[in-house]
T-cell receptor, first 113, second 113 residues
Framework: KQEVTQIPAALSVPEGENLVLNCSFT??????LQWFRQDPGKGLTSLLL?????REQTSGRLNASLDKSSGRSTLYIAASQPGDSATYLC????????????FGQGTRLTINP | NAGVTQTPKFQVLKTGQSMTLQCAQD?????MSWYRQDPGMGLRLIHY???????DQGEVPNGYNVSRSTTEDFPLRLLSAAPSQTSVYFC????????????FGPGTRLLVL
């Protein structure tokens, strides 16, 4: 059974710092991996999608990498801002069956002004 | 283009009552799904649909029914609400089953007393 783990569960850093969020998964048979952002009481907003054949994706100050063989992904946020404060979720799309998204528990990020 | 919409935003039910959570998308997406989000459990797939007239069970389908009579709508029915169904429910859609980004609705917060 696929399991997705995100470390740390919570992170608090001062504004302007570069930071890395980690995601690991147990089964490398995935279609893709997606990073989401969730603000309190809101839905999920897709940030980056990395197909299984890709190594990384970039969008603005965000860069996500994927190492399928080791079951790891990182989300790098450059020059963090208070508006980046949110919970970040990673999810892998399973290759088999329902091809559902399997989510990690998330990292709650706080950027202090 | 409203994306994925969900109604209601919040609902309180008594044990044994039934209700329908509405989900609609205006992006002509084939794939739609329902997830529930619980503290400590993350997001889990309830039911999904790969197109009009086709639905299937996800990870936690018990107590829920779905139907997909049109491409746009994917309602989730609770037949006899139980306190264990207290959760936040998210509807999601994507163009096809596996390759593309999942778009999520804003969620419905359900409390069953």
């Amino acid at each position: 059974k696929q399991e997705v783990t995100q470390i740390p569960a919570a992170l608090s850093v001062p504004e302007g710092e570069n930071l890395v969020l980690n995601c690991s998964f147990t089964d490398s048979a995935i279609y893709n991996l997606q990073w989401f952002r969730q603000d309190p009481g809101k839905g999920l907003t897709s940030l980056l999608l990395i197909q299984s054949s890709q190594r990384e994706q970039t969008s603005g100050r965000l860069n996500a990498s994927l190492d399928k063989s080791s079951g790891r992904s990182t989300l790098y946020i450059a020059a963090s801002q208070p508006g980046d404060s949110a919970t970040y979720l990673c999810a892998v799309r399973e290759f088999q069956g329902a091809q559902k998204l399997v989510f990690g528990q998330g990292t709650r990020l706080t950027i202090n002004p | 283009n409203a994306g994925v919409t969900q109604t209601p935003k919040f609902q309180v039910l008594k044990t044994g009552q039934s209700m329908t959570l509405q989900c609609a998308q205006d992006m002509n997406h084939e794939y739609m799904s329902w997830y529930r989000q619980d503290p400590g459990m993350g997001l889990r797939l309830i039911h999904y649909s790969v197109g009009a007239g086709i639905t299937d069970q996800g990870e936690v389908p018990n107590g829920y029914n779905v139907s997909r009579s049109t491409t746009e709508d994917f309602p989730l029915r609770l037949l006899s609400a139980a306190p264990s169904q207290t959760s936040v429910y998210f509807c999601a859609s994507s163009p096809r089953l596996a390759e593309e980004t999942q778009y999520f609705g804003p969620g419905t917060r359900l409390l069953v007393l």
